[in-house]
């Protein structure tokens, strides 16, 4: 049974933008996720609100992914799959780093899963990067995330570049889904199925034997 982990921000955790609250499990991405795979695969969701790729935040500590991931691969271990769902939080004007530097935590984070990560067979896990879509209409969040929207329509072809440098997996989420106009940054359930079905189809694509051509 492949082992996945889904390591992400609040989003993965299934923050309801609506409410405040979380979605029921069912309705998250991962659980969308580990419904289309099927009971031959197994999703482990670890979201947290607030996460960061490579930054420890003064306001909310422990937000750090590149602190977070490696404990939490030797723990899920042996795991066959990551996929890193992170980098919205970056684009808070506290963090003050341009798009690029957001895709370079990103491949930070591929480093990591490496490194710590281990499937069954010993080897690295294999990796999918997911870019988070631009930011939406913002609300409440406006201040924090003063200067984001406009980094923000950047990291998908930033992260599609590190992907690609990196040899990973990779899903453009902002060709998918689109952020709730309730507050800007989150996904309101519709859009949790609809990116839940495409990392599903994603995965498995990554996940599939290479085909070997016999001349």
């Keep these: 049974m492949p082992v996945i982990v889904a390591f992400g921000d609040s989003n993965t ?7 405040g609250g979380r979605f029921p499990r069912a309705q998250r991405w991962p659980s969308v996720s580990q419904r289309e795979l099927g009971a031959d695969f197994e999703v482990i969701a670890e979201g947290l609100n607030g996460r960061t790729t490579v930054h420890d935040d003064p306001i909310e500590p422990y937000r750090c992914g590149a602190d977070a991931l490696p404990p939490c691969l030797m723990s899920h271990a042996p795991v066959d799959l990551v996929i890193l769902s992170l980098g919205c939080n970056d684009l808070k004007k506290r963090f003050s780093v341009s798009a690029f530097d957001i895709a370079e935590g990103a491949a930070r ?3 990591l899963a490496r490194a710590y ?3 069954a067979n010993g080897r690295p896990p294999k990796i999918l990067l997911v870019a988070p879509p631009p930011i ?3 609300s409440e969040y406006a201040e924090m995330f003063e200067g984001g929207q406009e980094k ?10 590190v992907a690609e440098r990196e040899g990973v997996a990779f ?3 902002g060709q998918v889904i689109r952020c709730s106009d309730l507050d800007g940054i989150h996904y309101e359930v519709d859009q949790h199925e609809l990116l839940g079905r ?3 189809e994603t995965v498995r694509g990554a996940l599939a034997p290479p085909v070997v051509s016999i001349e």
Aim: no cysteine; hydrophobic share 45%.
């Design 13 to 19: 955790w299934g923050y309801d933008p609506a409410t």
């Design 109 to 111: 984070l591929i480093f």
């Design 117 to 119: 990560g281990q499937s």
């Design 136 to 138: 939406a209409k913002l």
């Design 152 to 161: 923000s329509v950047l990291l998908g072809q930033r992260y599609r570049d």
């Design 171 to 173: 899903l453009d989420a």
């Design 198 to 200: 495409a990392v599903a």
